[in-house]
């Protein structure tokens, strides 16, 4: 599975949108961008996926650079509840194991 | 709730002693996980199930660690003589679909064992 890189930590003010980067720039053409996060003192939490092409649902949305060497995900209007722990995780869709090999990961800091 | 349960929430050992920690997944999913995560690291994974069959065992650390899951349903992580570097939040996910297709994992809460 391809490796990412993310920054270790990011603010954001409490209303305004969270742009958080990854780069994944040795990215196959059949690994799936994941995006998950984790609360404090909770288990990780599934956010969004995509392929190539970009995607959103109710929590996020997902940019993917035409290359596919890097993503976005975007938290439109953040709010304190989103500070928290943020992976990017690429990886094959197939197999016979799906596990998810997370990095250290984004951690975002929402302030009021 | 319908989601993942692990228990005990907190588990604390003395150097040498046997744990075991459950989980419960929800049910009906086929696929179940365990991830082992250190303090201020992201989560690594150890071991993988589909139904009751230990199909990638390949992140466990040592023969200390030992995992089952034997009708298919909850799953309990050993650990033997628990040593001080065993200590760590453990993480049970589970999910609906066979490996191989895109399918979204369920965390549960996690177990921190600590091992004095």
């Known amino acids: 599975d391809a490796k990412t890189t993310q920054p270790p930590s990011m603010d954001c003010a409490e209303g305004r949108a969270a742009n958080l980067p990854c780069n994944h720039s040795?990215?196959?053409?059949?690994?799936?961008v994941y995006w998950y996060r984790q609360i404090h003192s909770q288990g990780p939490q599934y956010i969004i996926h995509?392929?190539?092409n970009n995607e959103t649902n109710e929590m996020a949305s997902l940019i993917i650079t035409e290359d596919r060497k890097s993503s976005t995900l975007i938290l439109p209007h953040a709010t304190l509840r989103d500070t928290a722990v943020y992976y990017c995780?690429?990886?094959?869709?197939?197999?016979?194991?799906?596990?998810?090999?997370f990095g250290t990961g984004t951690r975002l800091q929402v302030f009021p | 709730g319908a989601g993942v349960s692990q228990s005990p929430r907190y588990k604390v050992a003395k150097r040498g002693q046997d744990v075991a920690l459950r989980c419960d997944p929800i049910?009906?999913?086929?696929?179940l996980f365990w991830y082992q995560q250190a303090l201020g690291q992201g989560p690594e994974f150890l071991t993988y199930?589909?139904?009751?069959?230990?199909?990638?065992k390949s992140g466990l650390p040592s023969d200390r660690f030992f995992a089952e899951r034997p009708e298919g349903s909850v799953s309990t992580l050993k650990i033997q003589r628990t040593q001080q570097e065993d200590s760590a939040v453990y993480l049970c996910?589970?999910?609906?679909?066979?490996?191989?297709?895109?399918?979204?994992?369920?965390f549960g809460p996690g177990t921190r064992l600590t091992v004095l």
């Open positions: 996910a589970s999910s609906f679909e066979l490996a191989g297709f895109y399918n979204e994992q369920f």
């Open positions: 040795t990215i196959s053409g059949n690994e799936y």
């Open positions: 995509g392929l190539k």
């Open positions: 995780i690429v990886r094959v869709g197939g197999g016979n194991t799906d596990k998810l090999i």
């Open positions: 049910s009906g999913h086929v696929s």
């Open positions: 199930f589909q139904n009751e069959a230990q199909l990638d």
